[in-house]
């Protein structure tokens, strides 16, 4: 390309980046904070906590003689507050993908215990949960399945956590901006979320179309609520209460994946392949996958039965900084992985960075739903998530003819580029446009310019 013509580029693309708002200097506020200041989002102030009772004075001591010899008393230690008990990690378990109607016998007979199993229409076969024979490690486990069973696949039962942070310091002072401006109601696309409980009684999803499903947790404790709260406010909030949300007329299908272990919520491998099965059947245009963990074969091999399905997956790319090994499911080419930035398009930084980051989108200082009622601020890749999630849905509504890959490939080349030139590993291809603020020429114009 001559200089002349690539000057002449940039120049129209400046242009254009400041026709949708995206320029230097210009913010377009989201509806997710639409409306409210710092002193609303933050967590109740001290004035307005009930104050405590003032404890009735103590009588003064009399004072001792001076000639009498001062006693020798130990000196006070201010009581320090206990730790949380650790919770031991669970035995291994394996989660394997068997044939239909084959028999459990030989895995019996081997030593293996069944803790569950489910049927599952969407990848035609059983899925098992299983505790390993004395004596024998994962690997070992894993490949004796495999003789046992032909045509079977199984792995370690692998947990997944979510990736959130509470707002607190620095982190909280950026609001990101990507220009959305709500859509219609005749945009109701179907949303499928695997994430922790979900409070359907809070002001922000009272009157939602929303539809919660709890799995099977046999007699583990089901998790908290604020993680999936949190998700499903920004996804389809309402927008007459103080926590707005994207796509507040979607119907979102919420899948209550995670149990509680310990201080924390953790999902395994069984749980979420059984939650992909349910949101395949119902055929849900996007699933948001706000958590991330380990590689997982069975779960990559229902992923791709998804993908398959024609469902388009969006998934938090991980909290664990620029060093951490990649997360899944964002790490799977059929997953579309999200970074955070703030408003000044600086990427969150205890991000995860690597090649299959794709995109970036406001994922610090976002006011959401708290867990019972209000909301607070919170920071990380699992609040940037379901904006790309809002933003494909929207996509596939407009163009259903669209594969999933093709409406992503249009998020893509619409993204505004930040960071180095083209495709980096921090921000991916750039950061999100919303929806209606790039035309097929404009996407055009980025691609031709590297992005």
């Not at 320029?23 to 609303?40: C, D, E, K, Q, R």
């Not at 959130?164 to 959305?180: F, N, R, S, T, V």
């Not at 930040?418 to 980025?446: R, S």
Request: glycine share 10%; charged share 20%.
């Amino acid at each position: 390309m001559a200089d002349n013509d690539r000057t002449t580029l940039n120049a129209s693309r400046r242009a254009m980046l400041r026709r949708i708002g995206l320029g230097a200097g210009i913010a377009y506020v989201a509806p997710v904070l639409t409306g409210f200041g710092m002193a609303s989002a933050s967590s109740p102030s001290r004035a307005s906590r009930p104050s405590r009772p003032s404890r009735p004075s103590r009588p003064s001591r009399p004072s001792r003689p001076s000639s009498q010899p001062r006693q020798q008393t130990a000196p006070r230690t201010t009581p320090q507050p206990q730790a949380a008990p650790r919770v031991p990690p669970p035995p291994p378990e394996i989660v394997a993908l068997l044939p239909p109607g084959v028999s459990l016998d030989a895995l019996i007979a081997a030593g293996f215990g069944v803790i569950a199993e489910r049927q599952t229409s969407a990848i035609d076969g059983q899925v098992t949960r299983l505790s390993l024979p004395p004596g024998r490690t994962v690997q070992e486990a894993v490949a004796e399945i495999g003789t046992l069973v032909p045509g079977s696949l199984a792995d370690a039962n692998t947990l997944y956590r979510p990736e959130e942070m509470l707002c607190d310091g620095a982190d909280c002072a950026a609001h990101a901006m990507i220009g959305w401006s709500g859509w219609p109601s005749a945009m109701r696309p179907r949303i499928g979320m695997i994430d922790t409980g979900v409070n359907v009684d809070h002001p922000a999803l009272a009157d939602r179309r929303l539809r919660v499903e709890q799995i099977d947790l046999g007699t583990r404790d089901a998790a908290s609520r604020q993680h999936g709260t949190a998700i499903a406010a920004i996804l389809v909030g309402s927008v007459e209460g103080r926590v707005p949300g994207l796509l507040p007329d979607a119907e979102l299908i919420a899948i209550e994946a995670f149990h509680r272990r310990g201080a924390e919520d953790a999902a395994d491998a069984f749980s979420i392949v059984e939650a992909f099965s349910i949101l395949i059947e119902e055929q849900v245009d996007v699933i948001n996958l706000s958590f991330s963990g380990p590689s997982n074969a069975v779960l990559q091999e229902m992923v791709a039965r998804a993908h398959e399905s024609g469902i388009a997956m969006v998934a938090a790319a991980g909290n664990g900084g620029a060093g951490a090994e990649p997360a899944y499911p964002a790490a799977w080419p059929q997953v579309i992985a999200v970074t955070a930035v703030d408003s000044e398009g600086r990427v969150y930084r205890q991000a995860n960075q690597g090649a299959y980051v794709m995109i970036a989108a406001p994922g610090v200082n976002i006011w959401t739903a708290a867990s019972i009622s209000g909301g607070r601020l919170r920071s990380g890749t699992s609040y940037a998530a379901p904006f790309v999630t809002a933003a494909l849905a929207v996509e596939r509504l407009r163009a259903p003819e669209l594969t999933p890959d093709e409406a992503a490939e249009l998020l893509f080349r619409c993204a505004k580029d930040i960071g180095e030139a083209g495709f980096d590993p921090v921000y991916g291809h750039g950061i999100l446009t919303a929806p209606g603020q790039c035309t097929a020429e404009d996407a055009n114009l980025f691609s031709v310019s590297g992005n």
